[in-house]
């Protein structure tokens, strides 16, 4: 069974840095394309970022595009994404998330069948 373990989140101020990980285990990294998604309190889970099963694609939203970075090192079954210059709008739980490659829409969070249990990044002002 697939499972994902974020790792790196905490309390940051704004206009920091931070660089979560995702440790993915039972089954092979590489059949997987994989996302990173982030909920705020109140708020829907939304998408932050998507990279292929070689890491060779990536894609983001509007909201992270050129602060955030997807990366994956398929040696060692690690999943990142580097976050800078925090603000506190991006204070929230992140999630990482397994998925088929050509399962739909990589953008859409029915598209990932394995979810991790996520990690608090605080971003205080």
């Known amino acids: 069974q697939v499972q994902l373990e974020e790792s790196g989140g905490g309390l940051v101020q704004a206009g920091d840095s931070l660089r979560l990980a995702c440790a993915f285990s039972?089954?092979?990294?590489?059949?997987?394309?994989m996302g990173w998604f982030r909920q705020a309190p109140g708020k829907a889970r939304e998408f932050v970022g998507y990279?292929?099963?070689?890491?060779?694609?990536?894609d983001y939203p509007d909201s992270v595009e050129g602060r955030f970075t997807i990366s994956r090192d398929n040696a060692k079954n690690t999943l990142y994404l580097g976050a800078n210059s925090l603000s506190p709008e991006d204070t929230a739980v992140y999630y990482c998330?397994?998925?088929?490659?050509?399962?739909?829409?990589?953008?859409?969070?029915?598209?990932?069948?394995?979810w991790g249990q996520g990690t608090q990044v605080t971003v205080s002002s």
């Open positions: 039972g089954g092979a990294f590489n059949d997987y394309s």
């Open positions: 990279t292929n099963t070689m890491g060779t694609v990536t």
């Open positions: 998330a397994a998925r088929t490659p050509g399962n739909g829409d990589w953008r859409a969070e029915n598209s990932y069948s394995y």
